[in-house]
T-cell receptor
Framework: KAGVTQTPRYLIKTRGQQVTLSCSPISGHRSVSWYQQTPGQGLQFLFEYFSETQRNKGNFPGRFSGRQFSNSRSEMNVSTLELGDSALYLC??????????????FGQGTRLTVV | LAKTTQPISMDSYEGQEVNITCSHNNIATNDYITWYQQFPSQGPRFIIQGYKTKVTNEVASLFIPADRKSSTLSLPRVSLSDTAVYYCLVGDKGGYSSASKIIFGSGTRLSIRP
């Protein structure tokens, strides 16, 4: 069974540009969550999608957005990149059904560097 | 979501048993306790989850006292490859997902020496 796949693994962008990151969840998983990890702030929740709808949102500016497709694949977009957006972006997938096994499986992440 | 407190770092030696304790004084009735392990530049990996008393799987044990205000992750006979950051999380398993709006604390950086 394939794990969570994130692409690309590494990315270098310039300030002011925008970037799109992709996450393919485990087959059958309908919930996809995104996290930002930096040395200073640790792991911070960005948002969660379930059945193409945003179900939860963390405390990030509107420059951070996401979406989920009918096949549960998800993308997150960051517009007008700032140097502080440099981070490891992690995607996690789970079944997403209330009361079900709620174990979350994380991908290896996308390392974004903004210069 | 209940906040958790863990030691910032711990050191141990190969072959030893390591116990990492997490405090969660404000845990709610519906909350479960989950532990994740993270290696550098990788995503966190689920280790174990429990509600009360003791849970054991092939890699770890989780001890939860009756008041559930703390929990202890026990790693038997650690090896160098157990060097990682360990996160204790508390959340409602009745919710949609253990990844749904999880609040990760700062975790415990465990270093294993030969």
């Amino acid at each position: 069974k394939a794990g969570v796949t994130q692409t690309p693994r590494y990315l270098i962008k310039t300030r002011g540009q925008q970037v799109t990151l992709s996450c393919s969840p485990i087959s059958g998983h309908r919930s996809v969550s995104w996290y930002q990890q930096t040395p200073g702030q640790g792991l911070q929740f960005l948002f969660e999608y379930f059945s193409e709808t945003q179900r939860n949102k963390g405390n990030f500016p509107g420059r951070f957005s996401g979406r989920q497709f009918s096949n549960s694949r998800s993308e997150m977009n960051v517009s007008t990149l700032e140097l502080g957006d440099s981070a490891l972006y992690l995607c996690a997938s789970s079944l997403g059904r209330r009361g079900a096994n709620t174990e979350a499986f994380f991908g290896q992440g996308t390392r974004l560097t903004v210069v | 979501l209940a906040k958790t407190t863990q030691p910032i770092s711990m050191d141990s030696y190969e072959g030893q048993e390591v116990n990492i304790t997490c405090s969660h004084n404000n845990i709610a009735t519906n909350d479960y306790i989950t532990w994740y392990q993270q290696f550098p530049s990788q995503g966190p990996r689920f280790i174990i989850q429990g509600y009360k008393t003791k849970v054991t799987n092939e890699v770890a044990s989780l001890f939860i006292p009756a008041d559930r205000k703390s929990s202890t992750l026990s790693l038997p006979r650690v090896s160098l490859s157990d060097t990682a950051v360990y996160y204790c999380l508390v959340g409602d398993k009745g919710g949609y997902s253990s990844a749904s709006k999880i609040i990760f604390g700062s975790g415990t950086r465990l270093s294993i020496r030969p």
